[in-house]
């Protein structure tokens, strides 16, 4: 890798004249530091070049404006003269408007390429391909799959590559599958097209050019400008969370009532707090507010613009996310950058790319920034044209009552976000993410290659892919195992002449329109008032008609759901809250964690803290030392022990899987973890033995993951290469030296001994035979109870007695792949018709109302249906469950497993179909009723001496229709209740 240092040389004299004269007509100055810096190596057109600079530095410029030089200088030679990839629609519409300026007067043609662009406009364009070409990875994907055969004279004469926002690809799905289709266009070419990278400023620039020509980083030339010092004013405002004015129960009840609820009747007093402080602040000026997800996004541009209209002033805040439409968005931009009228974007991410929205007077970031790196990036967003850039940080925590939990004491989000701040001004960056195999985006590239081509040998597609290709982890043994798995499910399959070609699902999958991207999304529904489009929802959260909603930043009620299109019809309404979008939050990087426990140990305060944030960091500091975090990891909190390792999200997970290979269960909590049914001291001699004999490797610990699907194509991959591919995420060496340190310290002091919080009265007691049963059973698309949708859910209602009552079973459409279908024999055909969770949960409810919620592992079937109705705003505050498997052990004769099927033989039941809904309640309402024959003549009276547990929910915790399925009785036999 070399670098090339900025410099005032001849730069602006080798450009070409009417590059120069445009230049002059911008009213320039001069060149900025980059774009001086880069004309020399991307002129030469023999190397690749990586430029890395703040947002706005003039990154684009850096690379097109020799780049159009040598354009305007060589006449095209057929095909595209140079491709721009980028991460997003919109920053492709922004780049083409202003590099149409710059190539209009070159006389250089610059096309769009994506879903948005008219069918007629991509035809010409095929017909005559020339200029500068503007791309997703995602279409050009479609051209590779669709036109294989032309892509060769499409890219023949490409002199250059453009990458945009690099840095947004390094280590990601995606960004396999860009490395990939950039090798693939080289070999459409028969040669090798100079690459240029456009990035933020990295940690590890090396790493970044060895992304961008990979096995060549070093010949990578790398600029990174040092010009974007610039005044940096900040304050991070902390806020204490408090109850909203109604709570859950009561807003339900209003809204089924069809009375009004107001956003600030339900908004917890931190972000009303939050949204006065912000009202009051940016009113009147530009602005970017970083919400951290959709959902809070519309949440609070709701909240701001509801402040507009009690203040009668014309709304100023805008909305910005990826669900939104296209023109909504264009909007909220247009907004941002006419400065006659103020306006201030909440947005999430899609601002932090590098779209043209001109100067914003400061930005606003609501929770802990999601890295040091993006932090940067979205400050650049402010102080142009020479001011101070202005960064506000908005930190809630929680309300320190008697029950508050010892993590949360530690006030981590307020530190975690002092750290990345004190980082940020030590111009430390996240470095990339280390290599790993990416064997989903890796099927996709084979069906990708095999239908560009036509088919393809085995050997052909591993050096393609693998051997010369970005793939370079997968070993031939890797990929010939990944051969056999795809035949097995059914997407490829080879020929007598060893031809590899698509089998029927493999050709299913690469005529679909979602097989061009390497990452998963869920269904969308369009979102549609008087005939026109707000935006889209992911189906994920569907909602019954009638419910209220906010989008776009405004109150609507849902008038119809048209599930064979795709279509959501509203209405304005003046109720509503915002819909609840899902996304994977960034790991939390080591050198921050490690940066917290210093902040913890220090006695500085920084002075860009408020009053509210300096006391919440004394607090969290006075927490730390009263847990003697400064001598031990260890807590003890009631049965349970808490491990404070203050280290990076990789090497948590890593030292989680660890500690469970010992036998022990390890649970999560913030920068925490909880070791189940464990003293301190127990705790302390595991940390003892796993210093002493070492962690296991990391594919022993990834096989303790039941679940190892996260990637699109995950499902048809076998467990043996899931398990390799897991295990890359795993950190051991790192681990292994934590937990030599942790050790040694735990033998410093005793650990702290805290009591669980008191319960203030003991429940009430219910006698056996007083209340009523529902046994329950669900199949799901995975293990993960945060992740699972049901596919299949059956409910056998009993009365106290233990004689049935009535029974309910159903298919639900979970809007997604259905998962295990080797398990539960489901499949998308099976799924496609039938209903959506919300549009049954009335149903289910209604099954369960007033009853003890019983299944063979009930923590899992009432976490998935608690998260079930969670996301559609109805989620009971208390079940009473009772679980067979816990019966089996004590009235059942002794085991080697109590796996349903298991129970019923020793009891001389037939299990009917294992794994299907109805027939797997059915065998667990029959165990039930022997357990409780037996329970009752041992003397057991009362229902918690069983085993039971929590309380019966308030009634009514969920308003939804009941349809006549659920109140149908039904005295004898099995009726068949599925939904027609």
Same mark, same amino acid.
């Given at each position: 890798m070399t670098t090339s240092p900025p410099s005032a040389s001849d730069a602006f004299d080798r450009l070409h004249p009417k590059v120069q004269q445009w230049i002059w007509q911008q009213n320039w100055r001069e060149l900025r530091e980059a774009q001086e810096a880069s004309v020399a190596p991307i002129l030469a057109g023999d190397r690749d070049v990586l430029i890395a600079a703040a947002t706005a530095s003039g990154k684009t410029e850096a690379a097109f404006l020799p780049i159009c030089s040598v354009l305007t200088e060589q006449p095209d030679t057929g095909g595209f003269a140079a491709v721009y990839i980028s991460p997003l629609k919109a920053l492709i519409n922004d780049q083409y408007g202003r590099l149409d300026q710059l190539c209009d007067h070159l006389g250089i043609t610059v096309s769009r390429w994506h879903g948005d662009v008219a069918a007629s406009s991509k035809s010409k364009l095929l017909d005559r391909p020339r200029g500068i070409l503007l791309i997703t990875p995602e279409s050009l994907e479609a051209m590779f799959v669709l036109r294989g055969w032309k892509i060769r004279d499409l890219m023949a004469g490409t002199r250059y590559l453009v990458i945009d926002e690099l840095h947004s690809f390094i280590g990601t799905e995606r960004g396999a599958q860009l490395q990939s289709l950039m090798h693939r266009l080289d070999l459409a070419a028969r040669r090798r097209i100079p690459r240029v990278g456009l990035s933020a400023t990295l940690g590890d620039m090396g790493k970044a050019a060895d992304y961008l020509r990979p096995r060549a980083g070093d010949d990578v030339t790398v600029i990174v400008s040092s010009s974007d010092a610039q005044e940096l004013r900040l304050q991070i405002r902390g806020y204490v969370q408090t109850a909203p004015t109604l709570d859950a129960r009561a807003r339900a009840a209003h809204e089924a009532l069809g009375e009004e609820v107001a956003a600030d009747d339900v908004a917890t007093g931190d972000r009303l707090a939050i949204a006065d402080h912000l009202f009051t602040t940016l009113r009147g000026s530009h602005n970017l507010v970083f919400a951290g997800s959709r959902a809070a996004v519309e949440d609070y541009t709701d909240l701001l613009n509801r402040r507009c209209e009690d203040a009668r002033v014309p709304e100023e805040f805008v909305p910005h996310h990826g669900n939104l439409s296209k023109d909504i968005r264009e909007h909220a931009e247009a907004r941002l950058k006419d400065h006659t009228r103020p306006a201030t974007a909440v947005c999430t991410s899609t601002l932090e790319m590098g779209i043209d929205i001109g100067s914003v007077t400061s930005i606003a970031q609501l929770g802990a920034p999601p890295s040091v790196a993006a932090l940067r990036q979205r400050l650049g967003r402010s102080g142009r044209r020479g001011g101070p850039a202005i960064l506000r940080l908005y930190v809630s925590e929680p309300e320190a009552t008697p029950a508050i939990h010892p993590a949360d004491e530690l006030r981590a989000q307020l530190v975690q976000s002092i750290a990345t701040i004190e980082l940020l001004l030590q111009r430390w960056y996240e470095p990339p993410a280390a290599e790993a195999l990416h064997l989903s985006t890796l099927t996709q590239q084979l069906l990708s290659l095999i239908a560009q081509h036509g088919g393809i040998t085995p050997a052909d597609a591993y050096r393609t892919l693998c051997g010369q290709g970005p793939f370079r982890a997968v070993d031939s043994p890797t990929f010939a195992t990944l051969l056999r798995d795809l035949a097995a499910a059914d997407l490829i399959r080879q020929e007598n002449d060893g031809l590899l070609l698509p089998a029927e699902t493999g050709e299913r999958l690469i005529n679909h329109h979602t097989f061009y991207a390497a990452f998963a999304a869920p269904t969308e529904y369009r979102i549609v008032t008087e005939g026109r489009t707000l935006g889209s929802l992911p189906i994920e959260q569907p909602l019954p008609e009638g419910s209220l909603i906010i989008f776009a930043g405004r109150r609507w009620r849902i008038q119809a759901i048209d599930t064979h299109a795709k279509l959501i019809e509203v209405t304005r309404a003046s109720g509503g809250r915002p819909p609840r979008f899902t996304s994977a939050g960034p790991l939390v990087h080591d050198r921050i964690r490690t940066t917290m426990r210093r902040l913890y140990e220090d006695t500085t305060v920084p002075a860009y803290l408020d009053a509210t944030a300096q006391s919440l960091l004394a607090e969290g500091r006075a927490a730390y030392r009263r847990l003697g975090l400064h001598d031990t990891p260890l807590v003890g909190y009631g049965n349970d022990t808490l491990l404070f390792p203050?280290?990076?999200?990789?090497?948590?997970?890593?030292?989680?899987?660890?500690?469970?290979?010992?036998?022990?269960?390890?649970?999560?909590?913030?920068?925490?973890?909880?070791?189940?049914?464990?003293?301190?001291?127990?705790?302390?001699?595991?940390?003892?033995?796993?210093?002493?004999?070492?962690?296991?490797?990391?594919?022993?610990?990834?096989?303790?993951?039941?679940?190892?699907?996260?990637?699109?194509?995950?499902?048809?991959?076998?467990?043996?290469?899931?398990?390799?591919? =897991?295990?890359?995420?795993?950190?051991?060496?790192?681990?292994?030296?934590?937990?030599?340190?942790?050790?040694?310290?735990?033998?410093?002091?005793?650990?702290?001994?805290?009591?669980?919080?008191?319960?203030?009265?003991?429940?009430?007691?219910?006698?056996?035979?007083?209340?009523? =049963?529902?046994?329950? #059973?669900?199949?799901?698309?995975?293990?993960?109870?945060?992740?699972?949708?049901?596919?299949?859910?059956?409910?056998?209602?009993?009365?106290?007695?233990?004689?049935? #009552?009535?029974?309910?079973?159903?298919?639900?459409?979970?809007?997604?792949?259905?998962?295990?279908?080797?398990?539960?024999?489901?499949?998308?055909?099976?799924?496609?018709?039938?209903?959506?969770?919300?549009?049954?949960?009335?149903?289910?409810?209604?099954?369960?109302?007033?009853?003890?919620?019983?299944?063979?592992?009930?923590? =899992?079937?009432?976490?998935?249906?608690?998260?079930?109705?969670?996301?559609?705003? =109805?989620?009971?505050?208390?079940?009473?469950?009772?679980?067979?498997?816990?019966?089996?052990?004590?009235?059942?004769?002794?085991?080697?497993?109590?796996?349903?099927?298991?129970?019923?033989?020793?009891?001389?039941?037939?299990?009917?179909?294992?794994?299907?809904?109805?027939?797997?309640?059915?065998?667990?309402?029959?165990?039930?009723?022997?357990?409780?024959?037996?329970?009752?003549?041992?003397?057991?009276?009362?229902?918690?001496?069983?085993?039971?547990?929590?309380?019966?929910?308030?009634?009514?915790?969920?308003?939804?229709?009941?349809?006549?399925?659920?109140?149908?009785?039904?005295?004898?036999?099995?009726? #068949?209740?599925?939904?027609?």
């Open positions: 203050f280290r990076g999200d990789a090497i948590m997970t890593t030292l989680g899987l660890a500690l469970h290979a010992y036998g022990v269960d390890v649970v999560r909590y913030g920068a925490a973890l909880l070791i189940s049914d464990t003293s301190p001291q127990a705790a302390a001699g595991l940390l003892a033995d796993l210093a002493v004999e070492g962690v296991p490797d990391a594919l022993a610990l990834a096989a303790l993951i039941p679940d190892k699907r996260v990637d699109k194509y995950d499902d048809v991959i076998g467990e043996e290469l899931l398990t390799r591919s =897991y295990a890359r995420r795993l950190d051991v060496t790192e681990t292994q030296q934590s937990i030599t340190a942790l050790a040694a310290t735990t033998d410093r002091t005793r650990a702290v001994n805290l009591d669980t919080p008191k319960v203030a009265a003991p429940p009430r007691r219910h006698r056996i035979g007083s209340l009523p =049963y529902a046994v329950v #059973d669900v199949e799901a698309t995975c293990l993960d109870t945060r992740k699972a949708r049901i596919t299949e859910i059956a409910i056998i209602r009993l009365h106290p007695d233990g004689s049935e #009552d009535r029974t309910y079973s159903t298919l639900i459409n979970p809007g997604r792949r259905p998962g295990p279908t080797h398990i539960h024999g489901l499949t998308e055909d099976d799924l496609a018709t039938a209903p959506h969770f919300p549009q049954i949960a009335g149903d289910v409810a209604a099954m369960l109302d007033g009853a003890i919620v019983v299944a063979h592992n009930v923590r =899992y079937d009432t976490e998935v249906l608690s998260t079930e109705f969670a996301r559609i705003g =109805y989620a009971p505050d208390n079940l009473m469950t009772l679980c067979t498997l816990n019966l089996a052990r004590r009235f059942g004769p002794p085991l080697p497993s109590h796996r349903l099927a298991d129970c019923a033989a020793a009891e001389g039941l037939g299990n009917g179909t294992a794994h299907h809904a109805e027939s797997d309640a059915r065998t667990c309402a029959t165990l039930l009723q022997i357990y409780l024959q037996q329970a009752t003549a041992q003397g057991l009276q009362w229902l918690d001496e069983l085993g039971a547990t929590g309380q019966l929910p308030a009634r009514p915790w969920c308003p939804a229709p009941v349809s006549a399925l659920a109140r149908r009785r039904v005295m004898s036999g099995r009726e #068949d209740l599925h939904e027609p």
